[in-house]
């Protein structure tokens, strides 16, 4: 069975242009959730999405945005980009998002970096 | 007080050392704990999740103090293999956020 997948794999941007980033979480997943890992830190909460709806959010600006769509595949924006928003973003899906906390199993990420 | 924190090492231990992280936690309120494993330039995994009693999976033993604010992971036997970065993960007690220590990074030295 095919994990979470991500694309693209790597990417390269300048400063203040937009990225899109896409996840397909694992088949029969229905919560998506996105990190933001910096060389060297551990990764960092941005958005849990369950049933194409927002359940959480990380400490991040209005710049990064994200959906999840009827198949439960989902995309993180991020608007007017930072030399700072270099780094590998991580999709991780999971069975529900509730209240209860179920595995989360990581894609192999995107690496952007901003120049 | 940073919300997870852990010691970052390096660790540089011999193989068949029993070697043991530390990862203490500000909130309380805090209700599920988690070590993850990640190798270089690859995703995380899951690891084993920590239950207030302790438990143990074959080499591995994860224990938590809600006392004292703290979860521990021993590695015994340790391989080669292990080598890697051990992130300790906090769910807090809202059921949206899940915190990431930065990680401990453990050498195995043959």
């Known amino acids: 069975d095919a994990g979470v997948t991500q694309s693209p794999t790597h990417l390269i941007k300048t400063r203040g242009q937009q990225v899109t980033l896409r996840c397909s979480p694992i088949s029969g997943h229905k919560s998506v959730s996105w990190y933001q890992q910096v060389l060297g830190q551990g990764p960092q909460f941005i958005f849990q999405?369950?049933?194409?709806?927002?359940?959480g959010r990380g400490n991040f600006p209005d710049r990064f945005s994200a959906r999840q769509f009827p198949n439960y595949s989902s995309e993180l924006n991020v608007n007017a980009l930072l030399l700072g928003d270099s780094a590998l973003y991580l999709c991780?899906?999971?069975?529900?998002?509730?209240?209860?906390?179920?595995?989360?199993?990581f894609g192999p990420g995107t690496r952007l970096t901003v120049l | 007080r940073k919300e997870v924190e852990q010691d970052p090492g390096p660790f540089n231990v011999p193989e068949g050392a029993t070697v043991a992280f530390n990862c203490t936690y500000s909130n309380s309120a805090s209700q599920s704990f988690f070590w993850y494993r990640q190798d270089c330039r690859k995703e995380p995994k899951l690891l084993m999740s920590?239950?207030?009693s302790g438990n143990e999976d074959g080499r591995f033993t994860a224990q938590l103090n809600r006392a004292s604010q703290y979860i521990s992971l021993l590695i015994r036997d340790s391989k080669l293999s292990d080598s890697a970065t051990y992130l300790c993960?906090?769910?807090?007690?809202?059921?949206?956020?899940?915190?990431f220590g930065k990680g401990t990074r453990l050498h195995i030295l043959p």
């Open positions: 920590v239950y207030s």
């Open positions: 999405y369950y049933e194409k709806e927002e359940r």
């Open positions: 993960v906090v769910r807090g007690n809202r059921d949206d956020k899940i915190i």
């Open positions: 991780a899906s999971s069975l529900w998002g509730g209240s209860s906390y179920n595995e989360q199993f």
